[in-house]
């Protein structure tokens, strides 16, 4: 359901008005059949707020809203906002131990398995940090980390002889 300009919008503390700025939505799908406008941490806390307060307004005047249920709405935010900054930062924790990793792979050789499924090995001479991760330049050929099968010291007749081994 997607909540519009000419229709109510309905929560635990009764109906919004249309005519409220926190009962237009964009489209976007939240999983539960409402539509949402997705934005960024700042405008997402404004948006609270506002409905918070949008919500406190236009209660029942003859039924108000225990004023618990505003706090424990304000924290559960205030906890899924700490929530998503941790995995922010274990986002970007990952991130620098991938770029770390694939850096100390400069002067070894490994051993990939390209896009059709053939396997090819060589010395690599450098890194790339791309949006989907590290590519590391193995004697020309742009590798994504992912696909490297075995790492050896940097000489390429030791990694075909262990990958012949195995």
């Known amino acids: ?10 929560s635990v503390y009764g109906t919004l ?3 409220s700025p926190t009962a237009t939505t ?6 539960n059949g ?15 707020l506002q409905l918070l307060v949008a919500q406190m307004k236009y209660q029942d005047p003859m039924n108000p809203t225990d004023s618990s249920q505003f ?12 929530m998503q900054a941790v995995s922010d930062q274990t986002g970007l924790m990952l991130g620098a131990q991938m770029a770390f990793g694939a850096s100390s792979l400069v002067g070894r050789t ?22 989907t ?6 004697d020309g050929v742009e590798v994504p ?14 990694a075909t002889a262990a990958s012949t081994t195995t």
């Open 71 to 82: 706090l424990s709405q304000s924290a559960q935010f205030t906890s899924l906002e700490k």
């Open 34 to 48: 409402l539509s949402v406008k997705a934005t960024s941490g700042t405008n997402d806390k404004d948006m609270f």
């Open 145 to 158: 980390i992912a696909n490297v099968v075995t790492v050896t010291d940097g000489d390429p007749a030791a």
């Open 26 to 31: 964009a489209a976007g799908s939240a999983g």
């Open 110 to 131: 490994v051993t990939y398995t390209l896009s059709d499924g053939t396997q090819g090995t060589g010395l690599v001479h450098g890194v790339k940090f791309g949006e």
């Open 1 to 10: 359901m997607t909540i519009g300009a000419t229709e109510n919008a309905t």
């Open 17 to 19: 008005p249309a005519s």
């Open 133 to 138: 991760g590290p590519v590391l330049d193995v």
